[in-house]
């Protein structure tokens, strides 16, 4: 269509009837993947409205996954490709350094646990958190929780605990601060419900501050962050971050708080927490996937008192509580010597793997720094988009640093690589061949 026929296209007063109106365009066929809308301040003139309104039709529209603002490119039907997820790509031929899985040798074995933990039946009615687990974890939490009172939930995965999370704090269209590069299901998770991301930067030391403080003054109600191993980057918070940002987050007692500790059990790095000590609504989440692999669909969350309560609420109209069987299960593992031994060997495996690689990427002159977490983030120095694809040529699928970014208007020079699983023979292929992909992209897009 042209730019004329797709602004004529367009009905409605209020953000609601237009975003409907350019939802059922897009439904119905009228509009295609990468048909551009009208600028702004060309439909409110067509429509009578303000430019505000328009703003917030194309923002609905956004959150909903329907449209994609390339900043001057305008703004675009969005392109139906699936949601970008982890895991393996199983159609291709191609040796997949992106999936961001562990490594499966080295999770712990589930069967001795097995037999010992379905002792007896749980029955409606029954308190939702097994007792045993509740301990072991309020143990756990205690030394990383600046707040006098704490209460354990136990939710379906980390994914499971953000949803009903923010669900439990917000409304549509409330803004929630992000990384920026951010970890994929908290990207997805805000988007599908309806939330307004906005990027809060990441560097070698986690959020920045002025990031933050930006975040809050555009009226951020929830902040997402990943203190240590943050996915992609593997950046982690130092101490002076930590403390810089609890001042930032001390005069906004009531915005919630979500942090993921997903790695755990499985970092070196110390806890450090940005919760300001008397903060009213937090959320320390940890789920045991990488450790215990990603079928034990299991998180812990240490909240506030009054989350927690909310939290309740929000589990009630669904699944009402996470089989007991499961939650046995991790406590048997969590606490049995062997599998925590194996955990550490795994500590040890990723760490040791991911700097060896770093060093012979480095060595074929490519930005890699072994940070913390199951990933390497790779600068290229040349459009990732256009490397990736040089990558594919000589046999390897990576993920680009773009299917991570909240801003579109600046092509992403990064790879995000799992490499744990190479051996020195292969991650010397795969320096040598990436270190050629970037060198052809540069070429090519230069």
Known sequence: MTAIDVQQAIRGTTAAEIARSIRSSIEEGVLS??????PVRDLAAALGVNRNTVVAAYRQLSQAALVVSRGRGGTRVADRAPVAQEGFAPDTVLRDVGTGNPDPALIPDLA?????????????????????????AEAWFEPDVLADEMRITVTNGAVDALERLLAQALTRDDAVALEDPCFLSALHTVRVGGYRPIAVPVDDEGMTVAGLTAALGAG?????????????????MSA????????????????????????????????????????????????????????MCLALAATDPDTAERLATRLSPGTTWVSHLLQRLALAQLTDPAARETIDRAAAHYAARNARVAALLQE???????????????????????????????????????????????????????????DDADARALARDLSAAARAAALTEG
């Open 33 to 38: 993947p990468g048909d551009a809308l009208p």
């Open 112 to 136: 001795p646990a097995l037999g010992r933990i379905a002792s007896r039946p749980v029955l409606y009615g029954e308190p939702v958190v097994d007792a045993e687990l509740a301990a072991w």
């Open 220 to 236: 951020a109600r929830a902040i997402v962050c990943t203190p240590r191993a943050q996915n992609p980057t593997g950046a982690g």
């Open 240 to 295: 002076q971050r930590a403390e810089d940002l609890r001042g930032v987050l001390a005069q906004h007692p009531y915005v919630l708080i979500v942090e993921d500790d997903h790695y755990s059990l499985l970092s070196r790095r110390p806890y450090l927490s940005l919760i300001p000590s008397g903060h009213r609504r937090w959320a320390l989440v940890r789920s045991v996937s990488k450790f215990l692999g990603p079928d």
């Open 364 to 422: 074929a002159g490519l930005g890699a720094i072994a940070r913390d977490g199951l990933n390497l983030w790779v600068d290229t120095g040349a459009p990732a988009r256009a490397v990736s694809e040089q990558l594919m040529r000589r046999g390897w699928l990576a993920r680009t640093g773009d299917e991570f970014s909240l801003r579109t208007e600046q092509p992403s020079t990064h790879l995000r690589l799992t490499v744990h699983d190479l």
